[in-house]
């Protein structure tokens, strides 16, 4: 069965630098995809990045880019020149071919300003 | 374009009663996906439909819910004899296919048993 671990619950940036939000994942399919999800205090849900298998090269969008290190099992999210506008609660999610999606149970993360 | 919307937005009911939620997909998209999400919690998979295919069913927690989609489109999550456990934001979503695609999520219900 696939299982997402992020072991943060709650995570403080200060606004303009840098933050890493940690994803495991477990899963002996070879074929998924990785997705990073943002949830704002009004409650839709964002789609931010995604990153398959098989990529090669980590994937970027914008400010945010994913850390994937297949060998560990590891999909870490990264925001860049962190805004006041990304405090949120963050989803890190796996599918598998012909499966359901796998949500992690989120990182709450703050912006200080 | 539309994304996906859900209706209503808020329901309240009476514990016992029965609930039906709406869910219109992104047009298109043939996989489409109920969740929960109580407050403060991460997101319980409730059930996931894939084109034509039989849906899975596995994350329904009890036999009172029930979900069903028309026409490769629509869904429909009812939940009969509510409970006030089953208070909870609703979450409905929809990819292109069943394959690799990111999911766009509706504004959710929000429902609330009394």
């Known amino acids: 069965a696939q299982k997402i671990t992020q072991t943060q619950p709650g995570m403080f940036v200060q606004e303009k630098e840098a933050v890493t939000l940690d994803c495991t994942y477990d899963?002996?399919?070879?074929?998924?995809?990785l997705f990073w999800y943002k949830q704002p205090s009004s409650g839709e849900m964002i789609f931010l990045i995604y990153?398959?298998?098989?990529?090669?090269q980590n994937a970027t969008e914008g400010r945010y880019s994913l850390n994937f290190q297949k060998a560990r099992k590891s999909a870490n999210l990264v925001i860049s020149a962190s805004q006041l506008g990304d405090s949120a609660m963050y989803f890190c999610a796996m599918k598998v071919y012909g499966q359901n999606f796998v949500f992690g149970p989120g990182t709450r993360l703050s912006v200080l300003p | 374009g539309a994304g996906v919307s859900q209706s209503p937005s808020n329901k309240v009911t009476e514990k016992g009663k029965d609930v039906e939620l709406r869910c219109d997909p992104i047009s298109g998209h043939t996989a489409l996906y109920w969740y929960r999400q109580s407050l403060g919690q991460g997101l319980e998979f409730l059930i996931y439909?894939?084109?034509?295919?039989?849906?899975?069913k596995s994350g329904l927690p009890s036999d009172r819910f029930s979900a069903e989609r028309t026409g490769g489109s629509v869904s429909t999550l009812t939940i009969q004899r509510t409970q006030q456990e089953d208070s909870a934001v609703y979450l409905c979503?929809?990819?292109?296919?069943?394959?690799?695609?990111?999911?766009?999520f509706g504004p959710g219900t929000r429902l609330t048993v009394t």
């Open positions: 979503a929809s990819s292109l296919t069943g394959v690799l695609h990111e999911q766009y």
């Open positions: 990153q398959g298998s098989y990529d090669e």
């Open positions: 439909f894939q084109g034509n295919s039989a849906p899975d």
């Open positions: 899963t002996s399919d070879q074929s998924y995809g």
